[in-house]
């Protein structure tokens, strides 16, 4: 980080802010002064410094970021890629993670059926809503803890981890005991004490992109969990909000090799819903693979036309064998495996 001070900076406002930087500890300062331009190069870990704080400094003129705001999700910092191990299941490094199952638990056998048809047809891990954040109150909102039972009942009848979405801070406890793998949504990827809390967790967090973020945003909400102490981090790209209204959110593909570049952390692709219709998912699914995602995450459902929540983007179990099939054709190609 660079901070660049106004022409006529007193050395004693200078010292001012460099004590408080300091004070800060794990970081040195180390003053440039020209002709006319005075700066402040600070090395360290600059991800503690608050930039509101720096600039209520009336002798700062701006700053710069030389690196990244994130510390320790950057791959600068960590070179190799990061393997999340989800109950058994590996995110992450040559082998594709394939998540699916229905939007929301609806009763047990649906759940338990749908379970076994995407076992079957090669998924590692059952996705299910239990709390179900949605636009309208008047919408299903999910069977809750109930709906949490349901997927560990068929967690046990066919050995798949589960994946679901947390909602409040208050349930952590219940997710930690729960469930294999914490969903949090894209509404509350900026819900900051609910992410330092699950950074006191050891439980894997998928964390999905926010309806209008950036990358860096996205990243900086990974690092909140990080910060805490939980590195089991897995990002999904679940498609942002654009000027497009043809589907229910524009799939930002490029993101993932951006990801790449600038994290260690594994990332997959939910094409469900990233265009909220159905028959997009199997090509965005294959695209997904293709520009190096780490895996997928896809609704599938026994009766689309009678589900109770994003019937329009869930696929029915003989679809999602085929996109299986499509996914280990491509893995191939690209150097990956299911």
């Not at 510390?71 to 190799?80: D, G, T």
């Not at 004490?193 to 999905?208: A, N, S």
């Not at 992109?209 to 939980?230: D, P």
């Amino acid at each position: 980080m660079i901070i660049v001070l106004k022409k006529g900076t007193e050395q004693q406002e200078m010292d001012r802010l460099t004590d408080m930087i300091t004070g800060l500890g794990g970081i040195t300062v180390n003053p440039i002064v020209g002709a006319d331009l005075t700066i402040l190069g600070l090395i360290g870990d600059t991800s503690r410094i608050d930039p509101s704080q720096i600039e209520s400094f009336r002798c700062v003129d701006k700053i710069m970021h030389v690196a990244e705001p994130f510390k320790k999700a950057n791959r600068m910092f960590h070179p190799e890629p990061t393997v999340v191990d989800v109950a058994g299941v590996k995110v992450g490094g040559k082998k594709l993670a394939v998540m699916a199952g229905p939007c929301s638990v609806e009763n047990r056998d649906q759940i338990t059926y749908v379970a076994q048809k995407v076992k079957d047809a090669g998924a590692a891990i059952l996705r299910g809503g239990a709390f179900k954040p949605r636009t309208s109150p008047y919408s299903f909102q999910g069977l809750k803890y109930e709906g949490l039972e349901l997927l560990c009942q068929a967690r046990e009848a066919t050995g798949l981890p589960i994946v679901s979405e947390i909602m409040s801070p208050r349930d952590i406890d219940v997710f930690v005991e729960k469930v294999d793998l914490i969903q949090v949504g894209a509404r509350n990827m900026q819900n900051f004490d609910l992410l330092r809390q699950l950074g006191q967790t050891r439980k894997p967090i998928l964390l999905k992109r926010g309806l209008s973020a950036t990358i860096e945003e996205w990243l900086m909400s990974a690092e909140y969990i990080m910060a805490e102490g939980n590195p089991n981090v897995i990002l999904c790209e679940r498609g942002i909000r654009t000027f497009e209204t043809y589907t229910r959110n524009t799939v930002d593909l490029g993101a993932i090799p951006a990801v790449k570049k600038l994290s260690h952390l594994p990332v997959i692709v939910d094409p469900s819903h990233g265009t909220g219709k159905w028959w997009m998912v199997e090509p965005l699914a294959r695209a997904a693979i293709a520009v190096g995602a780490d895996g997928v995450m896809v609704e599938v459902h026994n009766d689309p036309d009678h589900a109770l929540c994003d019937g329009q983007q869930s696929i029915k179990p003989e679809v999602f064998a085929d996109v299986m099939d499509d996914i280990r054709k491509i893995a191939a190609v690209v150097g990956r495996e299911v």
